[in-house]
């Protein structure tokens, strides 16, 4: 048998059903593997070594009974902008870092329902604003396979920790590539799901109309098994949608013949890293081999997306983030009046990418300006949308890169805003048009970094994105390299 800590949800799953190994023995070996590894690429903020057994033991009562899923006694990460009740929820930043929510995320009271256990809270961009981690207040998290290299943001903490097995799979956001960049930089699955299919009650807003909750996973297959247990209708969250969630296992194993997968010329061109463009261009290939038909497809108003995120999304945040002013909860720096206190816990509180984004989507947002800046990108966002609705009556899926580089090294982009920005341009769009996509391992740079396959569905098209990717998965076995650094360590 492997080390409990390399298994991925499906082969541990049924090791625990037929109580081969409990939930105990497996939590306490993540446990140790997070002590003895965290230190080294920061993934972890908050570790919840009393909760995390307590709720393997529940779990082990439940296995006892023959109540259990398959996600019972399964060790996961939760991204630290996800409400735990009772555990530190930080969003990366200092002006929430004694933050105590009293109530689950809808996501984490599923998952507890399901008998999994919540090893801690993962490291993140502050308020997910961020392309690397390295905008946490609690140090950058470190990419497993070069430590001198990013992990992608904002949930790099979550791809960090799946990466290294300190933790089965993890709970992220993803506002405009958060998920799937982190996910095709640290070499595992990430899954951003149509906008409305998972509950974003008890996150903590960033973009309202952006944001949206997913899994980061070893496989494809887990991945589907958490959607199994997170996807569904909500009455908390306004924006849930009322679609019925299908059984996302469903389509895994069927295979691709004649499943039409567009190419978007936009985002083969300037600006693309060689290996990358290599890496993509092979998984393509690997996909006609399966029975694809490749389509060439056009996404005419890509090169607009990131001026039109970078209005939307700050434009959100500026009104999001106007609750963290020293009086309700969180960080609290005294003034000689309330405007000085206000000033003074926003200043010391946020982060400077933080205090920039908000400025910039006040601005955004000021008389005069609304017509000219954040009007016109919701008017942008329609015509982005109307491109993917094209492009879908062409083919099923889409394929394309999900970065434009490999992982770049720690520092290179934190003194470049604009650099940064323009690392998402092929999963802003995503976010905008509120479809899903999936980053799947496809290769790996020359430095041996990973590089991800991005696969985008219609809306609510996430069985047939699962399906391309556990085909392309199958046939290959990227997915199952894993970082030098981490093996041989417990």
Not at 76 to 97: H, N, P, Q, V
Not at 129 to 142: D, L, Y
Not at 204 to 226: F, M, T
Not at 409 to 429: H, K, N, Q
Request: hydrophobic residues 40%.
């Amino acid at each position: 048998m492997k080390e409990l800590h390399r298994l991925s949800i499906s082969e541990l799953s049924p090791l625990l059903s037929q109580r081969q190994v409990s939930p105990v023995e497996v939590t306490e070996s993540l446990l140790h593997r997070i002590a003895a590894l965290n230190e080294e690429i920061n993934a972890y903020i908050t570790v919840d070594e009393a909760g995390a057994l307590a709720q393997a033991k529940l779990a082990e009562a439940r296995l006892g009974k023959g109540e259990a899923g398959p996600l019972t006694g399964i060790p996961l990460a939760i991204k630290d902008l996800l409400a735990t009740c009772g555990l530190r929820t930080t969003c990366g930043s200092r002006i929430l870092e004694n933050y105590l929510p009293p109530y689950d995320a809808t996501v984490c009271a599923r998952l507890r329902e399901e008998g999994a256990v919540i090893l801690g809270k993962v490291n993140m961009d502050e308020f997910a604003m961020g392309s690397s981690t390295e905008n946490s207040a609690f140090g950058p998290s470190r990419n497993p396979w070069n430590r001198e290299c990013i992990t992608g943001g904002s949930s790099g903490g979550s791809a960090a920790a799946v990466a290294a097995d300190l933790c089965l799979a993890s709970l992220g956001s993803d506002t405009g590539g958060s998920i799937r960049q982190p996910a095709s930089h640290c070499g595992v699955v990430g899954l951003k799901p149509t906008y409305g299919r998972v509950s974003r009650y008890g996150l903590v807003a960033y973009a309202s109309s952006l944001d949206q909750i997913g899994p980061i996973a070893k496989e494809v297959r887990d991945a589907a098994l958490l959607m199994n247990a997170i996807a569904g209708y909500d009455n908390k969250d306004s924006t849930s949608a009322p679609v019925p969630a299908p059984d996302y296992l469903e389509t895994l194993g069927r295979d691709i013949k004649g499943l039409k997968v567009g190419v978007p010329k936009e985002y083969f061109g300037q600006g693309l890293n060689a290996d990358v463009e290599t890496a993509v261009k092979n998984a393509l290939l690997t996909l006609e081999g399966l029975g694809a038909e490749m389509v060439e497809v056009s996404l005419p108003h890509t090169e607009y997306a990131v001026a039109a995120y970078y209005v939307i999304a700050p434009a959100e945040a500026s009104s999001n983030l106007a609750r963290y002013d020293g009086v309700k909860y969180g960080l609290r720096v005294p003034g000689a009046n309330l405007l000085e206190m206000y000033a003074n816990t926003r200043t010391q509180g946020f982060g400077p990418e933080v205090r920039r984004r908000v400025m910039l989507g006040t601005y955004a947002l000021s008389a005069g300006y609304y017509d000219a800046y954040y009007r016109k990108a919701s008017q942008v966002r329609t015509l982005i949308r109307r491109d993917f609705e094209a492009a879908f009556e062409k083919c099923a899926v889409l394929a394309a890169p999900v970065a434009p580089t490999p992982a770049p090294r720690l520092g290179e982009m934190v003194a470049d805003p604009l650099t940064m920005y323009l690392s998402d341009i092929f999963t802003i769009s995503v976010n905008l048009a509120g479809i899903p996509a999936v980053s799947v391992p496809c290769g790996f740079s020359r430095e041996d970094l990973p590089i991800g396959l991005q696969i985008l569905g219609p809306p609510f098209g996430e069985p047939v994105i699962l399906q391309a990717a556990h085909a392309f998965e199958q046939a290959t076995d990227f997915h199952r390299r894993k970082p030098q650094w981490c093996e041989g360590k417990s």
